[in-house]
T-cell receptor, first 114, second 119 residues
Framework: AQSVAQPEDQVNVAEGNPLTVKCTYSVSGNPYLFWYVQYPNRGLQFLLKYITGDNLVKGSYGFEAEFNKSQTSFHLKKPSALVSDSALYFCAVRGPYGNNRLAFGKGNQVVVIP | DAGITQSPRHKVTETGTPVTLRCHQTENHRYMYWYRQDPGHGLRLIHYSYGVKDTDKGEVSDGYSVSRSKTEDFLLTLESATSSQTSVYFC??????????????????FGPGTRLTVT
C-alpha cells in the first residue's frame, strides 16, 4: 500500500527566507505525488502535482516541488516565505492502480515569523 | 472550492443518534470521497465512490455507511454516533484516471468541511 511521511510536525521560518517542507513516499511502481495546503477552518487546496516529466514542478502561489526518485522524496519549496504562507501542508501519494485513492501524510504546520 | 458543497457545516448531536452528512458537486466528477481529519492523524479515508451506486470502504469505515444514488450527491451516515466520531469531515471529488496524458484528472478537490461534535 502507498504511504507518505512528513517527518516534521512544525516548520518555523522567518519571512523572506526560503521555505522547505519535507515529504518521503513509499509506493509500488511510478508515484503520482501531490501537495495540498489548508488554511484555518478551510478545506484542502491543491497546490501542485508530479505525474511524469520534469523533476521540478511549479504550482500555485509561488510554490514548487522537487521529485527525487532515488531518495523517494517530494519536498515542497518556496524561495521567499510570506506570513500568509502560514498554514498546514499535506503531501499525498497515489498508487498507479485504480480507484484514484490518495494516501495523505499527517501534515506539517508552517509558521512564518514576521 | 471547485463546485463542492457540504451540509450541514456544523452539527452537534448526542451519542446514539443517527447523523447524515451530505456532499454535493456540480463538476460531474466520477469519484467522490469522505475523509475525517483529526489532530495527529492527518486525513483518513472513510469511504469512497467510483460511480453511481458503486462504493467501497476506506481505512476507517467502521461505524459509517455511504450512499450515492446520483452523480452529484454522496451521503455519509453515522448509524449511531459515538464520541470517537467527533471530527471534521471532508468530502472530495476527482475526475479519476481519464485519458489526459498530463494527468489533470488525478488530483482531488475538497469541500469546505463539516465539523461534527458528538456529546
Amino acid at each position: 500500500a502507498q504511504s507518505v511521511a512528513q517527518p516534521e510536525d512544525q516548520v518555523n521560518v522567518a519571512e523572506g527566507n526560503p521555505l522547505t517542507v519535507k515529504c518521503t513516499y513509499s509506493v509500488s511502481g511510478n508515484p503520482y505525488l501531490f501537495w495540498y495546503v489548508q488554511y484555518p477552518n478551510r478545506g484542502l487546496q491543491f497546490l501542485l502535482k508530479y505525474i511524469t516529466g520534469d523533476n521540478l514542478v511549479k504550482g500555485s502561489y509561488g510554490f514548487e516541488a522537487e521529485f527525487n526518485k532515488s531518495q523517494t522524496s517530494f519536498h515542497l519549496k518556496k524561495p521567499s516565505a510570506l506570513v500568509s504562507d502560514s498554514a498546514l501542508y499535506f503531501c499525498a501519494v497515489r498508487g498507479p492502480y485504480g480507484n484514484n485513492r490518495l494516501a495523505f501524510g499527517k501534515g506539517n504546520q508552517v509558521v512564518v515569523i514576521p | 472550492d471547485a463546485g463542492i458543497t457540504q451540509s450541514p457545516r456544523h452539527k452537534v448531536t448526542e451519542t446514539g443518534t443517527p447523523v447524515t452528512l451530505r456532499c454535493h458537486q456540480t463538476e460531474n466528477h466520477r469519484y467522490m470521497y469522505w475523509y475525517r481529519q483529526d489532530p495527529g492523524h492527518g486525513l483518513r479515508l472513510i469511504h469512497y465512490s467510483y460511480g453511481v451506486k458503486d462504493t467501497d470502504k476506506g481505512e476507517v469505515s467502521d461505524g459509517y455507511s455511504v450512499s450515492r444514488s446520483k452523480t452529484e450527491d454522496f451521503l455519509l451516515t453515522l448509524e449511531s454516533a459515538t464520541s470517537s466520531q467527533t471530527s471534521v469531515y471532508f468530502c472530495a471529488i476527482s475526475g479519476g484516471t481519464g485519458t489526459d496524458p498530463q494527468g489533470r484528472s488525478y488530483e482531488q478537490y475538497f469541500g469546505p468541511g463539516t465539523r461534527l461534535t458528538v456529546t
